[in-house]
T-cell receptor, first 114, second 116 residues
Framework: KNQVEQSPQSLIILEGKNCTLQ??????????LRWYKQDTGRGPVSLTIMTFSENTKSNGRYTATLDADTKQSSLHITASQLSDSASYIC?????????????FGTGTRLLVSP | EAQVTQNPRYLITVTGKKLTVTCSQN?????MSWYRQDPGLGLRQIYY???????DKGDVPEGYKVSRKEKRNFPLILESPSPNQTSLYFC???????????????FGQGTRLTVV
């Protein structure tokens, strides 16, 4: 069973609208939670990294939140643009191996429509 | 420019013909890793390396080999490729150690491999 679950699997929104993507995880203990943006056929690019003690982090129009008690995170995209069309991947760093091991969600595919 | 470079970007090969996918980083990172990405599945780790001559298996190592003779390079070797290794492959690098655990991991641009 995947330890990082994302919802929805896919989403279509109109340009200019806001949206929120969800991530639930069971990885424990963890050192940080990351959100990546992945354009089709390209490598993931980091948007935010939050440690377990942080509850929000922004990067331009992207704002990530983290609730370590409920093991939930969200990524909020404000005033969406066509270039935001991509997959967004939630990644949790698993500490059980004694060093950083990344556990990936399957991603939310976002399409921003004109 | 800080980057992770993979080659080739696209590769079509036949079953059983040995191939190597190269990965190079220019950030002096100790930690390097290979992942494969398949539809409906998250990225899964194949092998990783914590430094020169130190490698270990990830979650899906069967059918793959790696080597780490130099810090900057981490090639992925498929000795006898099979169709179930058709996938999108990514190399990644980052700093290694307790104090670097919350630093960024950089990914290559990907290699799309098709085994027929």
């Amino acid at each position: 069973k995947n330890q990082v679950e994302q919802s929805p699997q896919s989403l279509i929104i109109l340009e200019g609208k806001n949206c929120t993507l969800q991530c639930n995880y069971t990885v424990s203990p963890f050192s940080n939670l990351r959100w990546y943006k992945q354009d089709t056929g390209r490598g993931p690019v980091s948007l935010t990294i939050m440690t377990f003690s942080e509850n929000t982090k922004s990067n331009g129009r992207y704002t990530a939140t983290l609730d370590a008690d409920t093991k939930q995170s969200s990524l909020h995209i404000t005033a969406s643009q066509l270039s935001d069309s991509a997959s967004y991947i939630c990644v949790v760093s698993d500490m059980n191996t004694g060093f950083q091991k990344l556990v990936f969600g399957t991603g939310t595919r976002l399409l921003v429509s004109p | 420019e800080a980057q992770v470079t993979q080659n080739p970007r696209y590769l079509i090969t036949v079953t059983g013909k040995k191939l190597t996918v190269t990965c190079s980083q220019n950030m002096n990172h100790e930690y390097m890793s290979w992942y494969r990405q398949d539809p409906g599945l998250g990225l899964r780790q194949i092998y990783y390396s914590m430094n020169v001559e130190v490698t270990d298996k990830g979650d899906v190592p069967e059918g793959y080999k790696v080597s780490r003779k130099e810090k900057r390079n981490f090639p992925l070797i498929l000795e006898s490729p099979s169709p179930n290794q058709t996938s999108l492959y990514f190399c990644a690098s980052s700093l290694f150690g307790q104090r670097f655990m919350n630093t960024e991991a950089f990914f290559g641009q990907g290699t799309r491999l098709t085994v027929v």
